[in-house]
């Protein structure tokens, strides 16, 4: 199976049946995020148990794209560090805009299926747009927006 396919065939299995889909009840951390040039509407919600993301879920309305980051996305932070969550957040965002090596070290496992959309420029945002809102999230900042040029969105992310 080549890349264009299993990445096409992620995309559709996480939209259909996005993982962590819903509500967190007594979550520690929320988050916001907006991207008005495609509509993807996204609210996550965080339980941090110390520095350790305890449950996470988002709901919201956006893109299959946006979806199903937002899917895997859930899935591999649940039980990490706050500090392993943003280092994914900064690698996942490298990866999609073609900063990332991906033939040298980094953390992104089965999520390097989302490389591609470096090639779709138009879609990069749709797919970062969870991370943003994780990290806002995590930072106790309520909203973010792909276009807001004050928005912590647009200030480097971990160590970048």
Not at 1 to 15: A, F, G, P, R
Not at 34 to 47: K, M, S, T, V
Not at 73 to 78: C, D, E, I, L
Request: net charge negative; hydrophobic share 35%; glycine share 8%.
């Amino acid at each position: 199976m080549n890349t264009k396919s299993l990445y096409q065939e992620v995309i559709l299995d996480h939209n259909k049946k996005p993982r962590n889909y819903g509500t967190l009840d007594k979550a520690s951390h929320h988050a916001v995020g907006h991207n008005p040039l495609c509509g993807d509407h996204l609210d996550i919600a965080l339980n941090l148990e110390g520095e350790r993301i305890d449950g996470i879920a988002f709901h919201g309305e956006s893109c299959a794209i946006c979806k199903a980051s937002a899917s895997m996305m859930t899935t591999v932070v649940k039980g990490k560090t706050r500090a392993d969550a943003e280092t994914l957040i900064k690698e996942f965002r490298d990866m999609a805009t073609g900063t990332l090596d991906l033939e040298g070290q980094h953390h992104l496992g089965r999520l390097t299926v989302f490389a591609g959309v470096r090639d779709l420029p138009t879609r990069v945002k749709c797919a970062i747009l969870p991370w943003h809102t994780l990290h806002a999230a995590l930072n106790a900042v309520t909203t973010t927006s792909t276009e807001s040029e004050d928005d912590p969105m647009h200030a480097p992310i971990g160590d970048a």
